[in-house]
């Protein structure tokens, strides 16, 4: 058994390099799996499929959207650092990957050495807000009572880079709160919205219509400039607190992929970042385009692992596997 195991490893590592070497000039010859760590139907899901027809279209294979959630998506992500560097395993990624190396010690994958990326796709912007029969009208009373009220003043979070973005709130601002999680940021809006937790910070998609219909009150968005759905709710800076922060997502593929396979693809989803029916189809859903190119994109990424690996370390917060 032994011998046969030590047999098909040897085959298994021959056939590997010959896939990772084929004429990347006929790339893709057959279909292309767009791997995402999150389950069908969400935010990132969706964005997956709309800029997966369209790279479909464009060069003539199937895009495949394969779903594989959980684990905040270090499964997906550990899937796709191990498969072959050939251009036909594609993960659609969160910010997670650059969150998780600082909430987790150890990790079954690197986030830098394992993958190259090719284009940062869209960005979530991010919206701080209370119910509406809050008594808390802005940032300034939000800290004013989370400090005279240490023990009543909590926030609602639905994943860790939620967290880590209101840690970064507290430390910028001195206000203590108490973090209740939940697994969605549609339950953590209606936590807030019913009177259950003081606060949330949220993306735009399950936040935005909650305000325009009167059931919530936004404070401020953590972008850089104010948003055009809510043009009066001032950016957290103008607000008085120091902080700046958006949720994106991306494609990488695993270390190794032929650079001009990458090139390809960065180019493709650059181009689909601005046709105008993807915009039209992702703006509702509180998601901005981006189309970055793949060096933007990794710049993004490894400064948003030394922002986020300082914020969890101030706050003491870890998570375990």
Do not use: C, H
Request: glycine content about 8%; overall charge neutral.
């Amino acid at each position: 058994m032994i011998a046969s195991l030590g047999f098909f490893a040897v085959v298994a590592g021959m056939a590997a390099p010959a896939r990772a070497q084929e004429d990347p000039s006929n790339y893709p010859s057959r279909p292309i799996r767009l791997v995402v760590g999150f389950a069908a139907g969400g935010g990132n899901d969706i964005i997956a499929r709309v800029v997966g027809q369209k790279l479909s279209e464009s060069l003539g294979q199937p895009v495949i959207v394969e779903n594989k959630p959980g684990g905040g998506a270090i499964i997906a992500t550990d899937f796709v650092a191990k498969s072959a560097s050939d251009g036909y395993t594609l993960l659609l990624s969160a910010s997670g990957i650059a969150v998780n190396p600082a909430l987790y010690s150890k990790l079954p994958y690197d986030a830098v050495k394992d993958f190259d990326a090719v284009s940062q796709l869209s960005t979530f912007p991010l919206i701080m807000i209370v119910g509406a029969n809050s008594p808390i009208r802005s940032v300034t009373e939000l800290v004013a009572y989370a400090k005279a009220n240490p023990d009543k003043t909590n926030f609602a979070s639905s994943s860790a880079s939620f967290q880590l973005v209101t840690e970064l709130f507290k430390q910028k601002t001195g206000a203590p709160m108490q973090a209740i999680t939940y697994k969605s940021a549609n339950e953590s809006v209606l936590a807030v919205i019913s009177g259950q937790v003081t606060t949330t910070i949220a993306d735009a998609g399950p936040v935005v219509q909650q305000v325009k219909s009167g059931t919530a009150r936004a404070l401020a968005v953590a972008t850089a400039k104010r948003l055009d759905d809510l043009p009066d709710v001032p950016t957290l800076k103008e607000a008085g607190a120091d902080v700046e922060a958006v949720l994106w997502n991306g494609i990488l593929v695993p270390k190794g992929t032929p650079p001009a396979i990458v090139k390809k693809l960065e180019g493709e989803f650059i181009r689909i970042a601005k046709l105008p029916d993807v915009i039209a189809r992702l703006k509702p859903l509180g998601i901005d385009i981006t189309g970055t190119s793949a060096e933007d994109f990794a710049k993004i990424i490894s400064s948003e692992m030394v922002l986020w690996a300082a914020v969890a370390k101030a706050a003491n917060f870890k998570m375990e596997q």
